[in-house]
C-alpha cells in the first residue's frame, strides 16, 4: 500500500504541476512542493519491494520502481534547486520530466499487476485499462486534493498572491473528482462484480468519492467571497476523506483480489 501511494501521489502532483497556472503563484510554494516529491521518491525506492505481485511479475516490478525511484528523486531535487534560484523556466521542465516520468511508471506497473492477476491472456487485455483509468485517475485525485490543500496553506504567508490560481487549483480537483468516479463506476462495471467486501470498506470508499466531490463545489463557492483559510479547512477534511477512500479500495482488492487499481 505504502509504495501504490507514494508512486500515486508523485505522479498527481507533478501533473498538476504541470497543468495549473504557475506565473501568478510565487517559486517557494514550487520549491517546497518538488522537495515533496524527493521525500515521496526515498519512501518509493526503501518500499519498492512491497507491491502486491505474488506471481512471475514480481522481480520486474520491483526493479522497475527501484530505478525509477531514483531518477524521480534526481529531478525532483534539480527542480527544487532551480525553483530556490527562481529558474521558473527550468522548474517547470523538470516539473514536466517528472510527471512524463511517472505517469509511465504508474502505467507500467498498472499493466504488469494486471498480467500479474489473471492466467488468460484473453482476459488480460479486458482487465488492464480499467486498471490504468483506476490507478491513473486516483494518482490524478491524490495529487490535486493535496496540491490545492496545499497552495490554501500557501495563501497564510504569500498573502498579496492574486486569489485566481486558487480556484484554478480547485476546479482541477473537481475535475479529478470527477474522473475518478467514473473510472471507478467503468473499473466495476467491467468485472461485473466487486466481491463481498463489507459495508463499512465500501462506505468509506465511496465516501472517499462522493465527499470529495462535493466539497469540491464547496470550496470553490466559498473562494467566490475571498475567504482563503475557511477554503483551506475544507480542503484539509476532502484530503482526509481521499486518503481514506483510496486507502478503503486498496484494502478490498487485496482482500477480494479486485485487479482495478494499484
Partial sequence: MIPEFA????????????????SQITSGFFRIQMLIAL???????????????PH??????????????????????????????ERRKGGT???????????????TVATLLSANSTESSATVSTITLPAIAETVSAAWLIGSVTSAMLLGHWYLTAT???????????VIFLVAATLRMGATLFAYSSQGEVGEASWGLLTLRWAGLIGPF??????IRILR??????????????TTLVFMGEMAANLIEQSYAIPTQL
Avoid: D, H
Avoid at 521525500?39 to 505481485?53: D, E, K
Avoid at 462535493?214 to 470550496?219: G, Q, R, V
Fill in 7 to 22: 508512486l500515486q501521489l508523485i505522479c498527481g502532483l507533478s501533473t498538476v504541476w504541470c497543468i495549473a497556472p504557475r
Fill in 39 to 53: 521525500g515521496l521518491s526515498v519512501l518509493l525506492f526503501l518500499t519498492s519491494n512491497q507491491f502486491p505481485t
Fill in 56 to 85: 512471475v511479475n514480481e522481480q520486474a516490478v520491483s526493479q522497475l520502481v527501484a530505478g525509477t525511484s531514483i531518477l524521480f528523486g534526481l529531478l525532483a531535487f534539480s527542480g527544487s534547486v532551480a525553483w530556490t534560484l
Fill in 93 to 107: 521542465v523538470f516539473a514536466y520530466l517528472l510527471a512524463t516520468s511517472s505517469t509511465v511508471t504508474l502505467v
Fill in 160 to 170: 498579496g498572491m492574486p486569489l485566481k490560481p486558487f480556484t484554478q487549483y480547485n
Fill in 214 to 219: 462535493i466539497i469540491a463545489i464547496l470550496t
Fill in 225 to 238: 467571497y475571498r475567504n482563503t483559510q475557511s477554503a483551506t479547512g475544507v480542503l484539509y477534511a476532502a
